[in-house]
């Protein structure tokens, strides 16, 4: 089946930086895309989403960026804060509305 | 609101010995439920979900079965545990076309 990348599997920046999370596509198809985050030995919790008929959402200090000519998706954190820090997944859902989740990033925040 | 239950939160089993991992939905009717395995630093793969009562969709052959008796219940069962069934397993809900809401996961080790 088709495949929902990450480009960077560790992302450290400095506390109050803006963080911006990577994720590649494939399935041309997808039309439904969420980004979640997960925090050690926790489920993952939803943060944001969007749909292909938008190409930036913003919500409280994120904002998700899709950009379907190249299949690219971004997660822009603004003043990132220690309480940030934790793995976030890029997922993809089509017709079924079934994500496929991509690897993951851990995003690490330097006091 | 909706709240999503899974237990046990850790569980260490023998080879061979049955498992049964219960998740429970509240606050929302006939969600779609979902069950997947998160190995150590990977994403998340589906193995189960059900959009009704008695409805299994398998996603990858496995050691693994499931079942939905209730329209808020789905659980995750083995006859004989393998080593390679030690992970993460984590429940989830959602409704047609939206996001899903994971639990806390249940952490299996098979020794």
């Known amino acids: 089946g088709e495949s929902v990348g990450l480009h960077l599997p560790t992302l450290s920046v400095q506390e109050g930086d803006n963080s911006i999370i990577n994720c590649a596509y494939s399935n041309s198809a997808s039309d439904y895309f969420i980004w979640y985050k997960q925090e050690s030995g926790k489920g993952p919790q939803f943060i944001i989403d969007?749909?292909?008929?938008?190409d930036k959402r913003q919500g409280q200090r994120v904002t998700v960026l899709l950009n379907k000519t190249v299949k690219h998706l971004s997660l822009q954190i603004a003043a990132t804060q220690p309480g940030d820090s934790a793995v976030y997944f890029c997922a993809e859902a089509g017709g079924s509305y079934i994500p496929t989740f991509g690897r993951g990033t851990s995003l690490i925040v330097h006091p | 609101s909706q709240t999503i239950h899974q237990w046990p939160a850790t569980l260490v089993q023998p080879v061979g010995s049955p498992l049964s991992l219960e998740c429970t939905v509240e606050g929302t009717s006939n969600p779609n439920l979902y069950w997947y395995r998160q190995a150590a630093g990977r994403g998340l793969q589906l193995l189960f979900y059900s959009v009704g009562i008695g409805q299994i969709s398998s996603e990858v052959p496995q050691n693994l079965s499931a079942s939905r008796p209730q329209d808020r219940q789905f659980i995750l069962s083995s006859k004989k545990l393998l080593l390679s069934d030690s992970g993460f397993y984590l429940c989830a809900w959602s409704q047609q076309g939206e996001s899903l809401h994971f639990g806390n996961g249940t952490r299996l080790t098979v020794t």
């Open positions: 969007i749909r292909s008929n938008m």
